[in-house]
């Protein structure tokens, strides 16, 4: 198969996974708040912005919601978009494509289709189909998130990289074996290595990954710019620091269903997120007014750290 039009490293450093903000009252996309957090996390000092992936809830939304919204978001960043084109169909997945390569974003990742269990023989299929019926149109980056859909296993990873057809890959498994077969695959066929699991990105960016694909980035822009700062200047003290920052996040937010304290956190910074696509447990709920409090306060001190001043 013929290379994809591609530079390897053609995104790099934090790219935000974007929450979708939803319209009160109705499950659709609130476009006017979308724009305006784009403009939050562009001015947050980070690199790019991932749209619809796990954070940004896309299966929740309507094809014509999904379009819009990267039609509209492409022309208001400043940055580089990555889209989630992911769907239940192979037909859905690049009529969606299709429809971003012409908004002119930077490429877009895909999942192996969801919900069914597929075998790895199918799943490679899947996605070198997806590869020749795209021609080259758009850089795509597979995307492994196997704690809520089917795995792309290593094998089947490093096999469809090797093809020279993909850009590269946001792995959200946190593996550690994993990223280093990715890695040793890389410096054969160049290709752009993107973590989606934050508590290894520091070592992992240390050791060769090209960036993250962040949700944490998503309510603090800051902390994850500067942590990829950090790791490029070599400074270790500070590094030690942020990422400690990052994991105290991650501490507050792990019992509650993804993406939930995520969206809660943005909206604390006062960005339009919407409601909730499942109402909180009442012990949920009073656990998310208390993160909202420990947020409160913790946030300033965070933000003192990126060297911000807000």
Known sequence: MKSASRAPAALSGIVVAAVTPRRQGEYSIDLAATLELVDFVCAGGVDGIALLGSTGEFPHFAL??????????AKRSRLPLLVNVSASTIDTALELAQEAAGSGVAGVM???PYYFRYSQETIRRFFLTFAEQMRGQIPIYLYNIPVFTNEIAIETAVHLLATGAFAGIKDSSGNWDYFAALRTQCARTPFTILIGYEPIYARARAEGAHGAVSGVACAIPELMAALERAIGSGDAARIATLDCRVREFLERIERFPAPTAIKEATRLRKQKTGALAVP??????????EFGEWF????????????EVK
């Open 296 to 307: 409160g306060g913790w946030l300033p001190t965070a933000l003192r750290e990126c060297g």
């Open 110 to 112: 895909l999942m192996p």
């Open 280 to 289: 909180l447990g009442e012990s949920e709920a009073k656990a998310m007014a």
């Open 64 to 73: 014509d919601d999904r379009r819009h919204m990267v039609d509209f978001a």
